[in-house]
């Protein structure tokens, strides 16, 4: 079946660092695919999506491309903030648009 | 419209009570999913409407476990006799489906089941 696999956290950067989380995916078909965020306490929220090959998402500078030849997704900025500090998932749809998630990645930015 | 809802945000009960929650959609989103976390892992999918119509259920959803969505509107998940491996995190999510070709979902914040 369809699925995703992200890079293992924790990780920890100190603030203006260049950060990128890493996402593949396996699936038959087109996906579409996303990212979405959860901060502390809150619930999940989308950051950004791409539905076909090349397609670019980007959101509060975070940014994705994705890769149909290298089945990848990875989420990208290139100076994070201590805001960002959040449990990052990558996820995909195919079919009946539920979502596939990967585990998630904890990210926490030191000032 | 304030977004998805879901009630109760917390939820404590003892092994083979059975348990029911609540959700509410964004109004006129015609799609409703429901979804597993348990600590440390991604939400997984359980069973999901298209209006009232119960479309898809995982493997994930035993016998114990019942959606319902009368009327297309909110959506009630029942667990019976729980166990504690039940324990996690359920959310809601809903989506408008295909209209305006905005397949985007929105999570609510979801109810914490914890069975001792």
């Known amino acids: 079946g369809d699925s995703v696999t992200q890079m293992e956290g924790p990780v920890t950067l100190s603030e203006e660092a260049f950060l990128t989380i890493n996402c593949t995916y396996t699936?038959?078909?087109?996906?579409?695919l996303f990212w979405y965020v959860q901060y502390p306490g809150e619930g999940l929220q989308l950051l950004l999506k791409?539905?076909?090959?090349?397609d670019k998402g980007s959101n509060k500078g975070f940014e994705a491309t994705y890769r149909k030849e290298t089945t990848s997704f990875h989420l990208e900025k290139g100076s994070v903030q201590v805001s960002d500090s959040a449990v990052y998932f990558c996820?995909?749809?195919?079919?009946?648009?539920?979502?596939?998630f990967g585990q998630g990645t904890r990210l926490t930015i030191n000032p | 419209d304030t977004g998805v809802s879901q009630d109760p945000r917390h939820k404590i009960t003892k092994r083979g009570q059975n348990v029911t929650f609540r959700c509410d959609p964004i109004s006129e989103h015609n799609r409703l999913y429901w979804y597993r976390q348990t600590l440390g892992q991604g939400p997984e999918f359980l069973t999901y409407f298209q209006n009232e119509a119960q479309l898809e259920k995982s493997r994930l959803l035993s016998d114990r476990f019942s959606a319902e969505r009368p009327k297309g509107s909110f959506s009630t998940l029942e667990i019976q006799r729980t166990e504690q491996g039940d324990s996690a995190m359920y959310l809601c999510?809903?989506?408008?489906?295909?209209?305006?070709?905005?397949?985007?979902?929105?999570f609510g914040q979801g109810t914490r089941l914890t069975v001792v």
């Open positions: 996820a995909l749809t195919s079919g009946a648009q539920k979502l596939v």
């Open positions: 999510a809903s989506s408008p489906g295909y209209q305006n070709g905005n397949t985007e979902a929105f």
């Open positions: 699936a038959t078909g087109y996906p579409s």
């Open positions: 791409a539905t076909k090959a090349d």
